[in-house]
């Protein structure tokens, strides 16, 4: 069974940089569109940003959009989100998803989950 990995999640200032990665594990070799979405207390989970199998399309949340970049290195099968600018408002857990055959995946309907990553931005 594929399992998803989460790290470098921690407690940032505002305005402050994280980087977050999540690689793939497990099953027979395969790449995968992946996304990240995010959770906060009370708060449904919330698209935050997708790429593509190629790495040729990304996709943001307005929210987000000129502050994260998500990346990913395929041969290793993994994404990154790179955070800049945080503010308190993405302080979240964060989960990393991943789909087998789909080409990008805005939606929460990816094959795989990861267990999250905590992200708390202070004031």
């Known amino acids: 069974q594929v399992q998803l990995v989460e790290s470098g999640g921690g407690l940032v200032q505002a305005g402050g940089s994280l980087r977050l990665s999540c690689t793939a594990s497990?099953?027979?070799?395969?790449?995968?569109?992946m996304g990240w979405f995010r959770q906060a207390p009370g708060k449904e989970r919330e698209f935050v940003a997708a790429i593509s199998r190629g790495g040729g399309s990304t996709y943001y949340a307005d929210s987000v959009k000129g502050r994260f970049i998500i990346s990913k290195y395929n041969a290793k099968n993994t994404v990154y989100l790179q955070m800049t600018n945080l503010k308190p408002e993405d302080t979240a857990v964060y989960y990393c998803?991943?789909?087998?055959?789909?080409?990008?995946?805005?939606?929460?309907?990816?094959?795989?989950w990861g267990q999250g990553t905590q992200v708390t931005v202070s004031s």
């Open positions: 497990g099953g027979t070799f395969s790449i995968y569109a």
């Open positions: 998803g991943a789909d087998r055959y789909k080409e990008l995946v805005l939606h929460d309907s990816y094959d795989y």
